[in-house]
Nanobody, 128 residues
Framework: QVQLVESGGGLVQPGGSLRLSCAAS????????VGWFRQAPGKERKAISC???????YDADSVKARFTISRDNAKNTVYLEMNSLNSEDTGIYYC??????????????????????WGQGTQVTVSS
């Protein structure tokens, strides 16, 4: 069964940090590009960080210099390290995987890009 499972979300105070994990099962992430998406309350889901199969990354301006995406193919997992969190980072975080056919920037900014697999999401709440 092909599956992506996110974990690591929770409640964190402003200025705090969290690390999200996106674990794949039923297939190998080695040749897949992965994106992290965020859906803030009442807003559309948007890509925030992406990584291709070679490890090149792209970050949206809203998270640049605060979030870091990485991958560990041996663990079949992609991570999102989030630092200096603020209330605007609150939302449901999803990971998604796709065949590595787009540039890492395109897969993050082009809303027409179709991802093959999605996780169920993990809630991140930034509040004091």
């Amino acid at each position: 069964q092909v599956q992506l499972v996110e974990s690591g979300g929770g409640l964190v105070q402003p200025g705090g940090s969290l690390r999200l994990s996106c674990a794949a099962s039923g297939f190998s992430l080695d040749y897949y590009a992965v994106g992290w998406f965020r859906q803030a309350p009442g807003k559309e889901r948007k890509a925030i960080s992406c990584i291709n199969s070679e490890g090149s990354t792209y970050d949206a301006d809203s998270v640049k210099a605060r979030f870091t995406i990485s991958r560990d193919n041996a663990k079949n997992t992609v991570y999102l390290e989030m630092n200096s969190l603020n209330s605007e980072d609150t939302g449901i975080y999803y990971c998604a995987a796709m065949a590595d056919i787009w540039t890492v920037q395109e897969m993050c900014v082009n809303t027409a890009v179709v991802y093959d697999y999605w996780g169920q999401g993990t809630q991140v709440t930034v509040s004091s």
